[in-house]
């Protein structure tokens, strides 16, 4: 069973940056997922990352803005963001699935973590 473990997330200011990672623990980990939930709204989709880290796949509010990337010695991926707006503020989840291929929806994922709070300030 993989479990999930994110950190990072704070308070910043508009156009600061951030950087989350997820950790991974009972197993190995395939192709990883960002995504994101802010009051009141569904989770939605931000990136997405191969099991080699040779391809991303970014949500277009991201792109540019946001980097996915993994460590896969260290059974890890992070979320570099850039430029971060008020509407960037949400609970961020990190999701692991079994699956090759590139997945933008949550129900394509196994294991998810327990979430890490960004909150952006204007």
């Known amino acids: 069973q993989v479990q999930l473990v994110e950190s990072g997330g704070q308070l910043v200011q508009a156009g600061g940056s951030l950087r989350l990672s997820c950790a991974a623990s009972?197993?190995?980990?395939?192709?990883m997922g960002w995504f994101r939930q802010a009051p009141g709204k569904e989770r939605e989709f931000v990136a997405t990352?191969?099991?080699?880290?040779?391809?991303?796949y970014y949500a277009d509010s991201v792109k540019g803005r946001f980097t996915i990337s993994r460590d896969n010695a260290k059974n890890t991926v992070y979320l570099q963001m850039n430029s971060l707006k008020p509407e960037d503020t949400a609970v961020y989840y990190c999701a692991s699935t079994l699956s090759s291929g590139v997945f933008t929806t949550t129900s394509h994922y196994n294991y998810w973590g327990q979430g890490t709070q960004v909150t952006v300030s204007s």
């Open positions: 990352i191969s099991r080699s880290g040779s391809y991303a």
């Open positions: 009972g197993g190995t980990l395939y192709v």
